[in-house]
């Protein structure tokens, strides 16, 4: 069985910084393309960043420059890291990986 595990969510002030992680048992990782999405109140999930097995990232345009999505095969991990964090950055983040797997979601908060 195939889980998806994220971690690392809080609530920081904005300009602020948070490391998302994003643990997967139970499945082949190194060549399923992994991603993270967010889902405010009230908007639709929408694509944040994408990595495919072999390293090709994309990002949303409104991320570009402050957020990396990177991956450790040997620890079946995808990161988020987020820099420069804004209030409309605030969402409920989910973990993705081809095939149609999530994660239940971690909850980021950018607020003084």
């Known amino acids: 069985q195939v889980q998806l595990v994220e971690s690392g969510g809080g609530l920081v002030q904005p300009g602020g910084s948070l490391k998302l992680s994003c643990v997967v048992s139970?499945?082949?990782?190194?060549?399923?393309?992994m991603g993270w999405y967010r889902q405010a109140p009230g908007k639709e999930r929408v694509l944040v960043a994408a990595?495919?097995?072999?390293?090709?990232?994309n990002y949303a345009d409104s991320v570009k420059g402050r957020f990396t999505i990177s991956r450790d095969n040997a620890k079946k991990t995808v990161y988020l890291q987020m820099n420069s964090l804004k209030p409309s950055d605030t969402a409920v983040y989910y973990c993705?990986?081809?095939?149609?797997?999530w994660g239940p979601g971690t909850q980021v908060t950018v607020s003084s």
């Open positions: 139970g499945s082949i990782f190194s060549s399923y393309a």
């Open positions: 990595i495919t097995g072999d390293g090709s990232t």
């Open positions: 993705f990986m081809s095939g149609s797997y």
